[in-house]
T-cell receptor
Framework: GESVGLHLPTLSVQEGDNSIINCAYS??????FIWYKQESGKGPQFIID?????DKRQGQRVTVLLNKTVKHLSLQIAATQPGDSAVYFCAERNTGNQFYFGTGTSLTVIP | ETGVTQTPRHLVMGMTNKKSLKCEQH?????MYWYKQSAKKPLELMFV???????ENNSVPSRFSPECPNSSHLFLHLHTLQPEDSALYLC?????????????FGPGTRLTVT
């Protein structure tokens, strides 16, 4: 089976600092990756995605980096704000349209 | 609002009850999913429907029975559940082709089995 893991279960950052959340995946055939944010009492919310033929993609305040050599994915959040406090999940998609999620990293932003 | 709705939001049921969870999407997607989310565990993919056809059943016990009557509606029928089935059940939908396979999630149904 596939496994998606996160390096750290919790992360605390000062407001205004940059945050980096890491993720490791095991299936080199996965062709698509997503980062989700989940706030308490809500379902996961899409942040940014990246296809396997790319190594970097930028959104508003967020950047996803993909290193296929070491099967590593990271999410960078610039100028972290209190509203960014949530659990962040990475997910990989295989060619059968099956998605596998990591355990999640809980991000806490300290005002 | 993500365009995916789930009812009920909360459900408490005994082990001998039969209940159903409902999911509806208004996004024109052609794939729908059921996930189970337990504390401190990754989201577990339970069922996948592509174009109303079930394509995945990740060794889910038969006490969970999915139904997808059309591309906008998805049900999860529950019977004779166990206390360890208590969890948040999330429905999601997505396109099957195009530039993004982003899954849109509903708010989930918090299920407690007593």
């Amino acid at each position: 089976g596939e496994s998606v893991g996160l390096h750290l279960p919790t992360l605390s950052v000062q407001e205004g600092d940059n945050s980096i959340i890491n993720c490791a995946y095991s299936n080199s055939a996965s062709d698509y990756f997503i980062w989700y944010k989940q706030e308490s009492g809500k379902g996961p919310q899409f942040i940014i995605d990246i296809r396997s033929n790319m190594d970097k993609r930028q959104g508003q305040r967020v950047t996803v980096l993909l290193n296929k050599t070491v099967k590593h994915l990271s999410l960078q959040i610039a100028a972290t704000q209190p509203g960014d406090s949530a659990v962040y999940f990475c997910a990989e998609r295989n060619t059968g349209n099956q998605f596998y999620f990591g355990t999640g990293t809980s991000l806490t932003v300290i005002p | 609002e993500t365009g995916v709705t789930q009812t009920p939001r909360h459900l408490v049921m005994g082990m001998t009850n039969k209940k159903s969870l409902k999911c509806e999407q208004h996004l024109g997607h052609n794939a729908m999913y059921w996930y189970k989310q337990s504390a401190k565990k990754p989201l577990e993919l339970m069922f996948v429907y592509n174009f109303k056809e079930q394509t995945e059943n990740n060794s889910v016990p038969s006490r969970f029975s999915p139904e997808c009557p059309n591309s906008s509606h998805l049900f999860l029928h529950l019977h004779t559940l166990q206390p360890e089935d208590s969890a948040l059940y999330l429905c999601a939908s997505s396109h099957l082709a195009g530039s993004s396979y982003e899954q849109y999630f509903g708010p989930g149904t918090r299920l407690t089995v007593t």
